[in-house]
Nanobody, 125 residues
Framework: VQLQASGGGLVQAGGSLRLSCADSGRTFSWYDMAWFRQAPGKEREFVAF????????YYADSVKGRFTISRDNAKNTAYLQMNSLKPEDTAVYYC???????????????????WGQGTLVTVSS
């Protein structure tokens, strides 16, 4: 698994962005995918999760109803659609992958063995 995140940028509050996470490998469909984010001076935090088949999704309370995680296994890509963005959403966003057979906490960074390089999202007020 080799993950490449993209789609970050500068947006005004209330705007939208879509992040992409592309895998150059051949086993993307074996992996659960998640998005985490890290704001300056803060720890990396869970944002959203989607299982390997795309049938189950989970969200942090802070983004529920505004963000949508999805995946296209034919394109080896996961997405994070972010709507109604707020200044507090400003962070570097990372995509991460873990084998779908793992059963540990999907909310923990320790569960994910593969990480993208991060893409910066800045929301201005």
């Amino acid at each position: 698994v080799q993950l490449q995140a993209s789609g970050g940028g500068l947006v005004q509050a209330g705007g939208s962005l879509r992040l992409s996470c592309a895998d150059s490998g051949r086993t993307f469909s074996w992996y659960d995918m998640a998005w985490f984010r890290q704001a300056p001076g803060k720890e990396r935090e869970f944002v959203a999760f989607i299982n390997s088949s795309g049938g189950s999704t989970y969200y942090a309370d802070s983004v529920k109803g505004r963000f949508t995680i999805s995946r296209d296994n034919a394109k080896n890509t996961a997405y994070l659609q972010m709507n109604s963005l707020k200044p507090e959403d400003t962070a570097v966003y990372y995509c991460a992958a873990r084998r779908g057979i793992r059963s540990g906490s999907r909310y923990s960074t320790a569960e994910y063995g593969y990480w993208g390089q991060g893409t910066l999202v800045t929301v201005s007020s």
